[in-house]
């Protein structure tokens, strides 16, 4: 039986805002989960599951392409009151990502038999080690497309993100001294911050005329050294997030990483390990797949104006997905990426309304752009 389901704007705004009202910190999403396992269910979706990490996994409509749907249900920690305020809708989560995860969930609910099968994924662990995405990609899902729910804004579609590396860097000098006779030995923390300052500039060197999303960049994120307080530290670990460019990738960057960190220790005359803490290639989707035409003919169609492509300066789900499975993924959603985390994190319900009816415009143009380039 092939069974439409109208989603009116109303219902769609209230059920964005009970998914908000159910505050799903990373590896706390189980309510999350169930809430869209229920939803799925009223709106005919079949095969829904909760797999063995927490995602919610559910099936519409049959036939190709196949299109995998996929929005995070967990947010960054510290809750933001859920309330509506003129044309805006607050709450953690409102801009990333339960506005482009719900707008998914209505624009695969309109998909009918026989126009394509979508797999709509809400998944665990974005904000934190990717627990979810890393599961999902093992499995063999017989994917041709992937979009992922990130917020873009509506006129936006983000077709690369950054590679990342976190590195564990530790200094380790011979001795210690009191304080009061601080020329007796060299002091850590003081040795990590010439060295960290060192690694950055060699690393970022030469980048001038790149763009923001062209760039690699070094920032220092953690630091943690000394025993007391009146004793100079032998001691010092610093993290590192590493964002690399499209252009490069995580074994030249790591290459580059071990020969400054044994040229700098050589100089400095200090002990230096590194280790690598999480690794991230970067990703960029071809800019004239039938995924990205679609999107254009979508916006267009909603919005009479076409979308700008753009390279995202961070690091998503996409990445993994893009690099193990080889097909046309981006990421789209309604919602401006620069409310993200933030402490009255807010989302246009204009614009999550109007980005549920672009994702399924964008759908219906997908059936037909890949029955062409299969003929």
Known sequence: MDTTFTVTPRFAVKMLEKALRLYTPSLSEK???????????????????????????????????????????????????VRKEGDALYGRGASDAKAPLMAMLFAAAAIQNNNGTVTFVGAVDEEGNATGIKNLVKENMDIDYAIFGEPSGIKQVTIAYKGRLAINLKISVEDSSHASAPWLSKNAIHESMIFVRELKEKLEHGQEEKSKGMMLTATMTEIKGGTSHNVTPKDCETTFDIRIPVDMDCKSVEQKIATLVKDIAQERKVEAFYSILDETEPFEAPHNSPLVRAFTLGVMEVEHSRPTLIRKTGTGDMNVIGNQWDIPVVTYGPGDPHEAHTIDEKVSIDEYLRGIEILKKTLQHLKRLHDRKMK
């Open 31 to 81: 309510p999350m989960a169930e809430f869209l396992a229920d939803k799925c269910d009223d709106l005919g979706f079949e095969d829904i599951h909760i797999d063995e990490v927490g995602n919610i996994i559910a099936k519409k409509g049959s036939g190709s392409p196949k299109i995998l749907l996929c929005g995070h249900m967990d947010v960054v920690p510290g809750k933001v009151k």
